[in-house]
């Protein structure tokens, strides 16, 4: 059963931006903690982003300032809004749900690749 979908994902210069979206098909979405994570070739998955159910955030260092984690609980949907981006952005970002108290993400995305060219 599938119940995180990414889109949005592109080609784009450096400098511009994108928008993911990751829908959710959860009953407890609400509640969750969704995050953003992203893998770039070669390298180890890394975390980028998190918003809990109360829209309390997180970034990573690299990221702050630049990303915006969101969310529409009335459509399931969690968004990672991506500006001033930079070559070494480029991955194949992932979005994540774990229920609020949990430790361990227990849903995960296929993923959506971003690519941002010099």
């Known amino acids: 059963q599938v119940q995180l979908v990414e889109s949005g994902g592109g080609l784009v210069q450096a400098g511009g931006s994108l928008r993911l979206s990751c829908i959710a098909s959860r009953s407890t979405f609400a509640t969750d903690v969704m995050a953003w994570y992203r893998q770039a070739p070669g390298k180890q998955r890394e975390f980028v982003a998190q918003i809990s159910g109360g829209g309390s955030t997180n970034y990573a260092d690299s990221v702050k300032g630049r990303f915006t984690i969101s969310r529409d609980n009335a459509k399931n949907t969690v968004y990672l809004q991506m500006n001033s981006l930079k070559p070494d952005d480029t991955a194949v970002y992932s979005c994540?749900?774990?229920?609020?108290?949990?430790?361990?993400?227990?849903?995960w995305g296929q993923g959506t690749q971003v690519t941002v060219s010099s």
């Open positions: 994540a749900a774990r229920r609020a108290g949990m430790l361990r993400f227990d849903a």
